[in-house]
């Protein structure tokens, strides 16, 4: 097999939480293009078909379904890995890419906010990967890949509940590493830094911050959408079968400082 084809993803099945918008919307449409068949999932069933309807129009052949779930609800994590399984013929990939961040100084949050951030950014990671857990052992084959942040390893102010979460995936990456390495189960973490997502609007617009940004990146400049799926596609490949446990940073230079 050449390197090229170690990279086809044809005759695999991925689910991809929050892959109806961002960054998810992007490794979901990477996957498919790969040739995976591809599950998505938004909080909200229209978005979800939505977003499936596009990526089916865009790639040719694709199949792609798209499932309301919120992931920090574990019986509704367990029913997208079993609507997947049943709808698309199997499981092979999982991209946990669901997130939130809600910003500002720890004496001006909420615990509840903080609580909330927690449930989808760590929860809800758990919970896809411990729905995911049975089928992809018995199979001896499975690709992980969690969505962490930059913030997984440097920290910035006003960032205490998006900072904790993101250290805890890269954490729990290690250890499901670890514990399904016997499986023949990779479990690595991506660690993007500022792209322009929806979830970054508000930092993207604001002159003074965006500077501020710009000028911790070596490369001058956020990134854009379509420089994350290859990555996806690489951690999600037979072209990563010896790497497991890392978390690769795709910061424009960030964290070499």
């Known amino acids: 097999m050449s390197v090229l084809e170690k990279f086809r993803l044809d005759g695999r099945v991925a689910l991809v939480t929050g892959g109806n918008r961002g960054l998810g919307r992007q490794m ?38 798209g ?41 001006e949050l909420a615990p509840e906010e903080f ?8 929860t809800g990671v758990w919970n896809m990967c411990r729905a995911a857990a049975a089928h992809l052992k018995a199979q001896r084959y499975g690709r992980v890949i969690n969505v962490g942040s930059t913030l997984s390893i440097i920290a910035l102010p006003e960032r205490t509940p998006y900072a904790s979460s993101k250290g805890a995936v890269l954490q729990m990456t290690r250890v499901l590493a670890l514990e399904w390495a016997q499986y023949g189960i ?20 604001d002159p003074e911050k965006y500077r501020e940004f710009i000028a911790r990146i070596p490369l001058g400049r956020w990134g854009d959408l379509d ?5 996806a596609v690489f951690l999600a490949s037979d072209a990563s079968s010896f790497v497991t446990g890392a978390g690769m940073t795709v910061d424009g230079g960030w964290t070499a400082h």
């Not at 938004?42 to 865009?58: L, V």
């Not at 609580?115 to 760590?122: A, C, E, G, M, R």
């Not at 990779?186 to 617009?205: C, D, I, R, Y």
Request: proline share 3%.
């Open 28 to 65: 979901a449409q990477a996957l498919a293009e790969a040739g995976a068949a591809v599950a998505l999932t938004s909080r909200d069933q229209e978005r979800a078909d939505q977003a499936a309807r596009e990526i089916a129009e865009s790639v040719a052949g694709a199949t792609v379904a």
């Open 67 to 107: 499932y309301a779930c919120e992931v920090s609800n574990y019986d509704q994590s367990a029913q997208a890995v079993e609507r997947t399984i049943a709808d698309l013929g199997g499981l092979h990939i999982v991209v946990n890419n669901a997130g939130i961040n809600i910003r500002g100084p720890i004496d």
């Open 115 to 122: 609580q909330q951030v927690i449930d989808t950014n760590v």
């Open 186 to 205: 990779t479990v690595n973490a991506m660690l993007p830094g500022p792209f322009s997502t929806e979830m970054n609007l508000a930092l993207e617009q």
């Open 227 to 231: 420089e994350i799926g290859g990555l």
